[in-house]
T-cell receptor
């Protein structure tokens, strides 16, 4: 079955440093979504990427979708304490499993002031 | 709009007891999901319903059953709770090609 792997599992940074998390799928994805979960909260949608090679930016966050549509990354420039939380990627394969949404294990980001 | 509503928020069960987690969405979404979240394991899909009238197993379906009661409601049942089912459970819903919206979660402890 489809597997979505995410690395690293944990990342500790000093405030102001950059942060990157990577997502890899065992199968080609129709699209990929990124979510953020604050401690004690529920996952909240950040962005969706659909096209091969797509790059999208949200202020200090840059999202990329690989050319083969099997990998993706989230990069945060100059982290702030408000960036603390767990970042998940979620992939949807096409075909008969179109309803299924598989999440990676998540990257837990800690930002030290 | 309430979005996705899960009940209860907290629950303690004894081993062997049964319970049903309720989930309802008011966004007219076709797809609904149940995930469990354990430390270091991310969000693991238990069951999902791509549309009203259908349900499919996810990665970790053993020990659970689901019912898609109508388009709005998707319930998760534990027939005989085990300590390994101690977890945080999230219900989510999603429209066609849109993002998933999550409920607030149910924190379940089985003793």
């Amino acid at each position: 079955g489809q597997q979505v792997m995410q690395i690293p599992q944990y990342q500790h940074v000093q405030e102001g440093e950059d942060f990157t998390t990577y997502c890899n799928s065992s199968t080609t994805l129709s699209n990929i979504q990124w979510y953020k979960q604050r401690p004690g909260g529920h996952p909240v949608f950040l962005i969706q990427l659909v096209k091969s090679g797509e790059v999208k930016k949200q202020k200090r966050l840059t999202f990329q979708f690989g050319e083969a549509k099997k990998n993706s990354s989230l990069h945060i420039t100059a982290t702030q304490t408000t960036d603390v939380g767990t970042y998940f990627c979620a992939g949807r394969a096409g075909g008969t499993s179109y309803g299924k949404l598989t999440f990676g294990q998540g990257t837990i980001l800690t930002v030290h002031p | 709009n309430a979005g996705v509503t899960q009940t209860p928020k907290f629950q303690v069960l004894k081993t062997g007891q049964s319970m049903t987690l309720q989930c309802a969405q008011d966004m007219n979404h076709n797809s609904m999901y149940w995930y469990r979240q354990d430390p270091g394991m991310g969000l693991r899909l238990i069951y999902y319903s791509a549309s009203e009238g259908t349900t499919d197993k996810g990665e970790v379906p053993n020990g659970y059953n689901v019912s898609r009661l109508n388009k709005r409601e998707f319930s998760l049942r534990l027939e005989s709770a085990a300590p390994s089912q101690t977890s945080v459970y999230f219900c989510a819903s999603r429209g066609w090609l849109t993002e998933a919206f999550f409920g607030q979660g149910t924190r379940l402890t089985v003793v």
